[in-house]
């Protein structure tokens, strides 16, 4: 089993940065792929990026791609989703999430952390 908890998030302008975390619990988190989601006011969860187990491999949304990078360190239990030039619809709670397989659909992650608001004012 992994626990995850999110961090990072926090209350932006429009052109900032922000580093969300996602520290893993337990033994396993090397051997699964992790995925960033969000989901904002009203709307369904939405992908945003995924990374391989080791990290040879992402994938990003069409709307991230290009200012958000995701990345990991095994040897520290954590993932990352550093957020550049963000914008008023990047507004959302980001959920990470552990999977066994490799695509961009919530319902094939198994584990879920609690969520971190990011807000980005105009």
């Known amino acids: 089993q992994v626990q995850l908890v999110e961090s990072g998030g926090g209350l932006v302008q429009a052109g900032d940065s922000l580093r969300l975390s996602c520290a893993a619990s337990g033994r396993t988190f090397a051997t699964y792929n992790m995925g960033w989601f969000r989901r904002a006011p009203g709307k369904e969860r939405d992908f945003v990026a995924l990374?391989?187990?080791?990290?040879?491999?992402?994938y990003y949304a069409t709307s991230v791609k290009g200012r958000f990078t995701i990345s990991r360190d095994n040897a520290k239990n954590t993932l990352y989703l550093q957020m550049n030039d963000l914008k008023p619809e990047d507004t959302a709670s980001y959920y990470c999430?552990?999977?066994?397989?490799?695509?961009?659909?919530?319902?094939?992650?198994?584990?879920w952390g609690q969520g971190t608001q990011v807000t980005v004012s105009s």
């Open positions: 990374i391989s187990w080791s990290g040879d491999s992402t």
């Open positions: 999430a552990a999977s066994r397989g490799m695509v961009p659909e919530p319902r094939d992650y198994d584990y």
